[in-house]
Nanobody, 122 residues
Framework: QVQLVESGGGVVQAGGSLRLSCAAS????????MGWFRQAPGKEREFVAF????????DYADSVKGRFTISRDNAKSTVYMQMNSLKPEDTAVYYC???????????????WGQGTQVTVSS
């Protein structure tokens, strides 16, 4: 099983940028799918983006498409999410996840990080 540690969250004004990192340790294989999810207070956890570790194939939620970019650094076993043009509605705890199935459902992912808070002020 892979262990995940997120970092990079913080407080930013609307229109600003942040880059989240997810450091993975353990046995990482090319077939892994690495996902980012977020959960705002009182709301369900929602899909943000995923990337296939080996091929680099990506998918994004419509709400972040064109503003967020997911990428990975194989040498560092780290997945990133560059978040630009941030909006107050992007405020949430952001979680990194790992699984073997391409999908947007949280149940598709077996390993989760502890989360990092992103707050966007208006």
């Amino acid at each position: 099983q892979v262990q995940l540690v997120e970092s990079g969250g913080g407080v930013v004004q609307a229109g600003g940028s942040l880059r989240l990192s997810c450091a993975a340790s353990g046995r990482i294989v090319s077939t892994y799918v690495m996902g980012w999810f977020r959960q705002a207070p009182g709301k369900e956890r929602e899909f943000v983006a995923f990337i296939r570790w080996g091929t680099g194939y990506t998918d994004y939620a419509d709400s972040v498409k064109g503003r967020f970019t997911i990428s990975r650094d194989n040498a560092k076993s780290t997945v990133y999410m560059q978040m630009n043009s941030l909006k107050p509605e992007d405020t949430a705890v952001y979680y990194c996840a790992a699984g073997f199935t391409l999908g947007r459902a949280p149940g598709s992912y077996a390993s989760w990080g502890q989360g990092t808070q992103v707050t966007v002020s208006s």
